[in-house]
């Protein structure tokens, strides 16, 4: 029998997600989900970001650029409490598969189409994790002329940090541990979560 998320109560602290898998005949795939962040606090830490932006680029022209796949929500939600005059453009970038630690190894899967030299640009990531993403993006948005770069993170990791980058803006510091939902995926799954969950250890 198909079974949805069951146990869904985002805003209790201590709470879980079991996901139980669609397909009955499959082992079932149980993941327990620790709350992080409420969408509540989440939307606060975004207000806040935006008011540094905004204060930051009042009267400049400014390109945003989101990290897919896992900023695109934090970045809608980021835009639209901004009044810049702004324009938005992403870059596909992995390391992390369909696993926990990343390869190391960034992959850039789609670049930015929109003419980089001169500009102001402001980076908007879900997390900085070992920094290898953010370090890769900024040479290669500096390679391309960009007069300025910035960093916005949701969710800063440093004990986690294997290449030092220095960010910008930061909505929450993370502990080490694996957090899904809002953009941020595990095998791709949980993006659409509107709370951040820790992934228990062993689940
Ligand atoms: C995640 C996240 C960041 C990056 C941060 O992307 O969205 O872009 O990892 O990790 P790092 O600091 O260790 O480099 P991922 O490679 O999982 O791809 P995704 O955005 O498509 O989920």
Same mark, same amino acid.
């Given at each position: 029998m198909a079974r949805g998320p069951s146990c869904v109560d985002p805003l209790m602290p201590?709470?879980?997600i079991a996901i139980v898998s669609r397909l009955s005949r499959?082992? $079932?795939?149980?993941?327990t989900l620790n709350l992080f962040l409420s969408e509540a606090q989440i939307q606060?830490?975004?207000? =806040?970001l935006a008011g540094q932006v905004q204060a930051d680029y009042e009267g400049r $022209?400014?390109?945003?650029v989101g990290v897919l796949r896992g900023a695109f929500v934090f970045m809608a939600d980021l835009v639209r409490r901004l009044r810049l005059s702004l324009t938005v453009d992403?870059? =596909?970038l992995a390391s992390y598969g369909a696993s926990t630690t990343s390869s190391g190894r960034v992959r850039l899967i789609h670049g930015v189409r929109s003419p980089l =030299?001169?500009?102001?640009?402001?980076?908007?990531?879900?997390?900085?994790?070992?920094g290898l993403t953010t370090s890769f993006l900024l040479s290669y948005l500096q390679e391309r002329g960009a007069a300025s770069v910035r960093i916005c993170a949701l969710l800063d990791k440093p004990a986690c940090r294997r290449v030092q980058v220095s960010l910008d803006y930061v909505g929450f510091t993370a502990p080490d541990r694996f957090l899904v939902g809002y953009g941020l995926d595990f095998d791709q799954r949980y993006r659409e979560l509107p709370a951040v969950y820790a992934l228990e250890d062993g689940s």
């Open positions: 201590g709470c879980y499959k082992a $079932p795939d149980l993941h606060e830490g975004v207000e =806040r $022209p400014l390109l945003v992403f870059v =596909r =030299r001169g500009r102001a640009v402001l980076v908007v990531e879900d997390i900085v994790d070992t």
